[in-house]
Structures are given as structure tokens and as C-alpha cells.
């Protein structure tokens, strides 16, 4: 079976702070995907980045950067200078390569103030 | 080109009666998946489609059921509706059915059951 945890269920952080978000996974599979989706309070979930399990060098995407450590099997998201346009609620998901069923954390509601 | 689409965008029904949810995918994608999304919880994954045939189910009752027409859009019935059925529906749609692709998700279906 797969799950996937994330522990924090809020956090609240001041315009332009740094803040990182954790996703902790666990899976039988050698070969999976790991996701970030952003979820705005308009509800449309937005694809943010995929991994697969072979790739564990860091990304970086302007604000964002993203560390995969496979040997703590964690997949942890990172903003840097915080917006007030991140404020959201943040997936992490994961799907092996049988199919492409997500299955997601609980997510993390972030809040980002003025 | 157009993202997923939903529709409709909120529905209010009465216990026991039916409900029908439309989805068409990315212009493209043969693949289309449907989650259900309680208030403060992650999504949860009820089907996939792909090429018109079901490729995964989620552990949700028979009472929910879908099927993907040939240009790729998508149903989602549910019957004998509960109140615990009310929450978000999405959809999602990808390029490929494995192998981990990206789903983009569409803006949902926001189901409240009376």
C-alpha cells in the first residue's frame, strides 16, 4: 500500500520569509512518481512539479525548490520569499508506473501575511 | 488550448436521487481520472480511464460508476446519493494512462447532498 504524510496541517508565515514544506512517503514499488500541487481557494488543484524515484538530484523553479532524499523517503517543497499570492493549500501525491493513480497527502494549508 | 473542463460547477441534490458529472480532457489526452475531495482532506481516487477502458478503481462503493466515450470525454455517475457523498469532484486528465504522467486537474464539481 502506499501513503503518503504530510505533518504539518497549517502554517502561517510573514511576506517574504522562507518557508518548506514536508512530505514524508511510503511505498513497496522501486519505481514511482512524486508530485506537488498547489491548491488555491478556487479549488483547481495546479500541477506544480513530478519526480520520478531514479531522480534525486534538487530542482529549483524560480521561488521554488524542491529536495528528495530517497533514503529518508522524503519529497520536501521549499519557498523562498515568501508571496501572499502562495497562500494554498499544498498536495504532495505519489503513483507508481502500474497506473497513474495519485494518491495524496492530507495537504498542508499555508498562509502568507502581509 | 483549453485546460480540463467541468461541468456543472456546483450541484445540490436530495438523498437517494442521482447525479451525473461531465468531464472532457486536455485537447490530447486519452486519459481521464476522477477523485473525490472532502472538506479539509486530500483526494481521494475513485476511477481511471484510459483509451475507454477502466484501469483502475478506488475502494469506493458501486454505487459510483463512470466510463469514457471515444473522443475521451468523461461521466462520472453516482446513484443512491448519501450525505457523505457531498464534497469536490475532480477530474483530471493526462497524456498516457502510466507510467507516472502529469494529471491536470479541472476546476471540479462541487456536489452538496441534502
Known amino acids: 500500500a502506499q501513503k503518503v504524510t504530510q505533518a504539518q496541517t497549517e502554517i502561517s508565515v510573514v511576506e517574504k520569509e522562507d518557508v518548506t514544506l514536508d512530505c514524508v512517503y511510503e511505498t513497496r514499488d522501486t519505481t514511482y512518481y512524486l508530485f506537488w500541487y498547489k491548491q488555491p481557494p478556487s479549488g483547481e488543484l495546479v500541477f506544480l512539479i513530478r519526480?520520478?524515484?531514479?531522480?534525486?538530484q534538487n530542482e529549483i523553479s524560480g521561488r521554488y525548490s524542491w529536495n528528495f532524499q530517497k533514503s529518508t523517503s522524503s519529497f520536501n517543497f521549499t519557498i523562498t520569499a515568501s508571496q501572499v499570492v502562495d497562500s494554498a493549500v499544498y498536495f504532495c501525491?505519489?503513483?507508481?508506473?502500474?497506473?497513474?493513480?495519485?494518491?495524496f497527502g492530507e495537504g498542508t494549508q499555508l498562509t502568507v501575511n502581509p | 488550448d483549453a485546460g480540463v473542463t467541468q461541468s456543472p460547477t456546483h450541484l445540490i441534490k436530495t438523498r437517494g436521487q442521482h447525479v451525473t458529472l461531465r468531464c472532457s480532457p486536455i485537447?490530447?489526452?486519452?486519459?481521464v481520472s476522477w477523485y473525490q475531495q472532502v472538506l479539509g482532506q486530500g483526494p481521494q481516487f475513485i476511477f481511471q480511464y484510459y483509451e475507454k477502458e477502466e484501469r483502475g478503481r478506488g475502494n469506493f462503493p458501486d454505487r459510483f460508476s463512470a466510463r469514457q466515450f471515444p473522443n475521451y470525454s468523461s461521466e462520472l455517475n453516482v446513484n443512491a446519493l448519501l450525505l457523505g457523498d457531498s464534497a469536490l469532484y475532480l477530474c483530471?486528465?493526462?497524456?498516457?494512462?502510466?507510467?507516472?504522467?502529469?494529471?491536470?486537474f479541472g476546476p471540479g464539481t462541487r456536489l452538496t447532498v441534502t
Open positions: 485537447s490530447g489526452h486519452k486519459s
Open positions: 483530471a486528465s493526462s497524456l498516457r494512462g502510466r507510467l507516472g504522467y502529469e494529471q491536470y
Open positions: 519526480r520520478n524515484s531514479f531522480d534525486e
Open positions: 501525491a505519489l503513483s507508481n508506473t502500474s497506473g497513474s493513480r495519485l494518491t
